[in-house]
């Protein structure tokens, strides 16, 4: 299938399977995906807390919009970004950048000295605003592997973010989770949004075409 296809195919699930899990194969396969999202300056500045404990499932359950897929699907993936940025943190991306294509050290220096010039004067919450942002590609290419393993999910920000991060320990991580994704197969008689049409604005409406 094209991947039209499968964007058409996949649909946020409301209701999951408890009894059907997801491999590890398809599960890292979509993590995968989302790993080699790009990213602002390359920083990856998010980490992927993937869960499937099912008592770890069970005190998010608590704050989330839609508690029975949390409780009912496969795994739980959280997308957690930097709360700011740091000259740490920033060196420790572009050091490891170095070695791995087997640059000289420094031999990015004047780019990050700009980065650091551009990012550690503001304050925390427009960094966090960024990093967050950087996110929602990683996010998508995830839903989007996942619909061509044919694999069932929901995206989702309607959740407590306060207890996902207290239960997750982010802070200790220097991270806030910002959303999740919900993965597993759908229970077909209680996915009541299943039968219903795939809507999206049309074509013309939706593109200003400047020619
Ligand atoms: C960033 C984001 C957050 C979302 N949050 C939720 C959510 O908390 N709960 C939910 O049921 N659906 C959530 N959705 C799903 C959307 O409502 C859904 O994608 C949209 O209505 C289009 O439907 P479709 O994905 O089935 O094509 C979210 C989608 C995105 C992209």
Redesign the pocket.
């Known amino acids: 299938m094209s991947l039209i296809e499968n964007l058409n195919w996949?649909?946020?699930v409301?209701a999951f399977n408890p009894n059907k899990k997801v491999s590890e194969e398809n599960i890292e396969k979509i993590i995968e995906a989302a790993r080699l999202a790009p990213t602002s300056s390359g920083l990856q500045q998010f980490r992927i807390i993937s869960i499937s404990n099912q008592e770890v499932k069970e005190k998010l359950v608590q704050g989330a919009?839609?508690p029975d897929s949390m409780k009912d699907c496969s795994h739980v993936l959280v997308f957690a970004a930097w709360d700011n940025y740091t000259a740490e943190r920033i060196d420790k991306v572009y050091d490891f950048t170095t070695e791995e294509r087997g640059l000289p050290q420094g031999r990015f220096s004047s780019y990050t000295d700009m980065l650091k010039k551009v990012y550690l004067d503001l304050p925390d919450e427009v960094n966090f605003a960024h990093t967050s942002r950087q996110t929602y590609i990683a996010?998508g290419l995830a839903l989007a592997q996942a619909a061509e393993l044919k694999v069932d999910t929901?995206?989702?920000?309607?959740?407590d973010n306060k207890i996902v991060d207290e239960v997750l320990e982010l802070d200790k991580m220097g991270l806030k989770s910002v959303?999740l994704m919900y993965i597993g197969y759908a229970d077909d008689e209680k996915d009541w949004?299943k039968p219903m049409k795939?809507v999206r604005i049309p074509r013309n409406e939706f593109v200003i075409d400047v020619k």
Not at 154 to 159: K, Q
Request: include cysteine; proline fraction near 6%; aromatic fraction near 6%.
């Open positions: 996949r649909h946020a409301k919009l839609n996010l929901c995206p989702a920000e309607g959740f959303s949004i795939k």
